[in-house]
Nanobody, 127 residues
Framework: QVQLVESGGGLVQPGGSLRLSCVAF????????MGWFRQAPGKEREFVTAISRSGGVTYYADSVKGRFTISKDNAKNTLYLQMNSLKPEDTATYYC????????????????????WGQGTQVTVSS
């Protein structure tokens, strides 16, 4: 069992940057394929980005490609999401997720395939 705790959200102006962190307690992040999802008010939770168990393979939704970067520091048991060139449409609650069912370079982009979730951190992009 792993507990995920996100942090780093906040209010930022359009064009600004934020870095989200997700610390894994109880297990090491090297045991999991991981990802970030987001949910805006009145909308379904949507996939943002995923990283393989090894950390060597990543995948991004088209809406964030070139602006967001996912990374994993297994020594610190922490998943990161660097968000640059933020837009108002990026406003949402961001959730990290982990799956221990994926192996090697496998990526998971479907939320129902993740067993573990954090509580979420709010990101608001507004002038």
């Amino acid at each position: 069992q792993v507990q995920l705790v996100e942090s780093g959200g906040g209010l930022v102006q359009p064009g600004g940057s934020l870095r989200l962190s997700c610390v894994a307690f109880g297990r090491t992040t090297s045991d999991y394929a991981m990802g970030w999802f987001r949910q805006a008010p009145g909308k379904e939770r949507e996939f943002v980005t995923a990283i393989s168990r090894s950390g060597g393979v990543t995948y991004y939704a088209d809406s964030v490609k070139g602006r967001f970067t996912i990374s994993k520091d297994n020594a610190k048991n922490t998943l990161y999401l660097q968000m640059n060139s933020l837009k108002p449409e990026d406003t949402a609650t961001y959730y990290c997720a982990a799956s221990d069912r994926a192996r090697g370079t496998t990526l998971i982009t479907i939320n129902t395939q993740y067993a573990y979730w954090g509580q979420g951190t709010q990101v608001t992009v507004s002038s």
